[in-house]
């Protein structure tokens, strides 16, 4: 057996440390209200007004925290999704926002259209083979070239395809190429899988699928190899940067995708969150310890970047362990 010596250098001897530039914070900005409202399936999370965003992203940017990633709450939902590109819309009034208070913060943007859409369906419906409703790919391309095309105007920084289109990364690259967005980066929610860990997000971004399930385009919990497929195809696309979503149970995934050399995301989702948060609020596991805990797993198995509900939390406690 090897002996672990030097326990009192335990700093020195540690491989991976959690670094506030590691962590991208999700706000959600609601169109429908005029004051912050808790979501209630993610204690400790709030959905915003668009006249608070500057406020939130100042204080989060005073706690170290660089880079926020924003979802919209709309005030009307089309099957086109207007809502989405319409240049006053929720997200692209809420990017001004954080650039007017904090023009040094990092804005990521999430580019779909289950928020905006009367049906929850993340692009344009139609029917597939078997006749139900469901989400169609090449219709669906063009809708998120100008979605991210708006959030580019109005001044995102790094825009975050999550729908899992087949082209979608090609498709936005040459829409921000030709109207002038060439230093605008993508990040591709590139490895998303069809987990049952995205319900409390769905409550608080109102985008519950009312017409199935996303299993036509998300990919199989059991299908490691296709999700490291999923994120090479990405690659081939020219993603700048690539994400597994859920982080916590697919980290063999994610350890798998680091080979490709770009950046990887591994978004902590709001099921990961809200287990965590549920136990810890009836005190049978240590809130801190354990959302450390499933953080430095993350980095450990590879993630340069970590999109976290914990992230203003987590500021905090890297500053109490420094004192
Ligand atoms: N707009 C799609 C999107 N972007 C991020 C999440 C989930 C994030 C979370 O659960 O925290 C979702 C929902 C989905 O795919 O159903």
């Known amino acids: 057996m090897r002996r672990l010596r030097g326990r009192h250098l335990l700093p020195l001897l540690t491989e991976h440390h959690l670094n506030k530039k590691d962590l991208i914070a999700p706000i959600f900005v609601d169109q429908t209200i005029t004051v912050p409202r808790p979501i209630e399936t993610m204690p400790g999370q709030n959905r915003y007004p668009v006249s608070a965003v500057g406020e939130v992203a100042t204080r989060l940017f005073r706690k170290g925290i660089w880079a926020l990633l924003l979802f919209g709450v709309p005030e009307v939902k089309d099957p086109e999704a207007s809502g989405a590109f319409d240049p006053n819309g929720v997200i692209q009034q809420a990017v001004?926002?954080?650039?007017?208070a904090v023009p040094a913060m990092v804005v990521l943007t999430d580019v779909c259209a289950c928020e905006y859409t009367s049906s929850g369906i993340c692009g344009i419906g139609g029917p597939n083979r078997c006749g139900e409703v469901d989400l169609l790919n090449d219709p669906s391309l063009a809708l998120m070239a100008d979605i991210a095309v708006s959030h580019a105007e109005a001044g995102a920084d790094i825009v975050a395809p999550s729908c899992m289109l087949d082209g979608m990364v090609i498709t936005i690259r040459h829409a921000l190429d030709q109207a002038g967005f060439q230093d605008v980066l993508i990040l591709s929610y590139s490895t998303k899988f069809a987990s049952a860990l995205y319900g409390p997000f769905r409550d608080a971004a109102d985008?519950?699928?009312?017409?199935?399930?996303?299993?036509?385009?998300?990919?199989?919990p059991a299908n490691g190899r296709e999700g490291y497929m999923e994120s090479r195809l990405d690659v081939d696309e020219g993603a700048d940067?690539?994400?597994?979503?859920?982080?916590?149970?697919?980290?063999?995934?994610?350890?798998?995708?680091?080979?490709?050399?770009?950046?990887v995301a591994a978004y902590q989702v709001s099921g990961e969150y809200a287990l965590i948060m549920a136990a810890a609020e009836n005190g049978w596991i240590n809130k801190k310890a354990v959302a450390m805990e499933s953080l430095i797993a993350i980095k450990r198995a590879g993630a340069d970047l970590i999109?976290?509900?914990?992230?203003?939390?987590?500021?905090?406690?890297?500053?109490?362990?420094c004192e």
């Open 96 to 100: 001004r926002a954080v650039k007017q």
């Open 207 to 220: 985008s519950s699928c009312f017409c199935g399930d996303r299993t036509s385009y998300q990919i199989n």
């Open 241 to 263: 940067m690539l994400m597994v979503k859920p982080a916590g149970f697919y980290l063999d995934v994610l350890a798998s995708i680091t080979d490709f050399g770009l950046p």
């Open 307 to 321: 999109i976290t509900y914990f992230a203003e939390d987590v500021a905090g406690w890297l500053d109490e362990d």
